[in-house]
T-cell receptor, first 113, second 112 residues
Framework: QKEVEQNSGPLSVPEGAIASLNCTYS??????FFWYRQYSGKSPELIMS????GDKEDGRFTAQLNKASQYVSLLIRDSQPSDSATYLC?????????????FGQGTILTVHP | DAEITQSPRHKITETGRQVTLACHQT?????MFWYRQDLGHGLRLIHY???????NKGEVSDGYSVSRSNTEDLPLTLESAASSQTSVYFC???????????FGSGTQLSVL
């Protein structure tokens, strides 16, 4: 089982819809969770970080964390064509893994007009 | 503005050659990381450093080495390049270990 798994995608949604991206992780002691966006041919950029159970909202983006279920998600409201990219879930386990991020394989999102 | 730069952007080499990829950051970050990105695998950690003279192995460190002689630079060396090391390589840095990673633009390496 992969340490961090994302819904396989690709995911296609119409403009204006909600895009839902999901991620599960295997290490129960994981402490920090991140969503990165990566446009084709570019480097990843951080869009959301979340550290405690519940929801965290930033503009059109909402990150949701459920440590009991080992599940983190990203919702993108009012999706725009400019949101089309690969979204990477990343998890930091803390402890001896302090500072190291484990990434999922990424989910390709396409928002069509 | 502070930044993190990688060079070269593209590199073609032959199997068995030694290759060094450069990474230079002006953020004054203690923490620096090297990842490789392959289709279907996401980003996988090769080596990382928490400060000068500190280096640690990541999950895919075989065939790679790093050294950290100053805060700004963490060069990645492929001792004897193999075709399996064809990949896109990203260098990243962070101020605090659990905080935001700043990525370089990446190096596309092809080993023929």
């Amino acid at each position: 089982q992969k340490e961090v798994e994302q819904n396989s995608g690709p995911l296609s949604v119409p403009e204006g819809a909600i895009a839902s991206l999901n991620c599960t992780y295997s290490d129960r002691v994981s402490q920090s969770f991140f969503w990165y966006r990566q446009y084709s041919g570019k480097s990843p950029e951080l869009i959301m970080s979340i550290y405690s159970n519940g929801d965290k909202e930033d503009g059109r983006f909402t990150a949701q964390l459920n440590k009991a279920s080992q599940y983190v998600s990203l919702l993108i409201r009012d999706s725009q064509p400019s949101d089309s990219a690969t979204y990477l879930c990343a998890v930091n386990a803390g402890g001896t893994s302090y500072g190291k991020l484990t990434f999922g394989q990424g989910t390709i999102l396409t928002v069509h007009p | 503005d502070a930044e993190i730069t990688q060079s070269p952007r593209h590199k073609i080499t032959e199997t068995g050659r030694q290759v060094t990829l450069a990474c230079h950051q002006t953020w004054n970050h203690n923490n620096m990381f090297w990842y490789r990105q392959d289709l279907g695998h996401g980003l996988r950690l090769i080596h990382y450093s928490y400060g000068v003279h500190d280096t640690n192995k990541g999950e895919v460190s075989d065939g790679y080495s790093v050294s950290r002689s100053n805060t700004e630079d963490l060069p990645l060396t492929l001792e004897s390049a193999a075709s399996s090391q064809t990949s896109v390589y990203f260098c990243a840095s962070s101020e605090m270990p659990n905080e935001k990673l700043f990525f370089g633009s990446g190096t596309q390496l092809s080993v023929l």
